[in-house]
């Protein structure tokens, strides 16, 4: 069974809406990695943990999500939330969307239990988004928080204590 599973969400054609790319690419280099230069290419293999960033998160992810111990989900969020970056737990809960594309992670961990019988340790990191113009540069307060999601990552999956490529 895979370890760590890190998985963004998001558009990054949207301004800061794509923040969880950039926070992915972060990780991968405190990690000692080489970090993709854009979205589409595929991020570093690591024996300990694997990256994946998608637009969305869809229904078929759950076969993937049952192979590991632990997934984090990374995306961003518009201020309906108190903290700038904020770190939760994530428990199965199938929840109806009025957006017919749209899946939250509790109801991807929900089809994950219901379908393959696993369920891994999850948890949901949101940071601010500012703006959400259609441009791949995020705004500059939402770039200043890129440092503090990872650390925050970092030292919740205690990643930097694991036996891997990790530069200190």
Request: aromatic share 8%.
């Amino acid at each position: 069974m895979k370890k760590i599973l890190l998985l963004g969400y998001g558009n990054p054609d949207r301004e800061d809406d794509g923040v969880a790319w950039h926070i992915l690419r972060e990780l991968t280099a405190r990690m000692g990695l080489s970090a993709p230069d854009s979205y589409e290419d595929d991020f570093p293999e690591d024996p300990q943990v694997d990256f994946a960033f998608h637009l969305q998160l869809t229904p078929e992810m759950a076969e993937e999500i049952a192979q590991y111990e632990y997934v984090c989900f990374v995306d961003a969020h518009t201020g309906d939330i108190p903290e700038e970056v904020r770190l939760i737990e994530v428990e199965s809960d199938f929840q109806r969307s009025p957006l017919t594309h749209h899946l939250t992670p509790q109801s991807l961990m929900s089809i994950c239990e219901a379908i393959y019988k696993r369920k891994p340790k999850a948890m949901l990191l949101s940071t601010r988004g500012y703006k959400f113009q259609f441009t791949r540069a995020l705004s500059a307060q939402t770039a200043l928080l890129i440092p503090q999601a990872a650390e925050m990552i970092l030292n919740r999956l205690n990643i930097e204590n694991m036996p891997i490529n990790v530069m200190s």
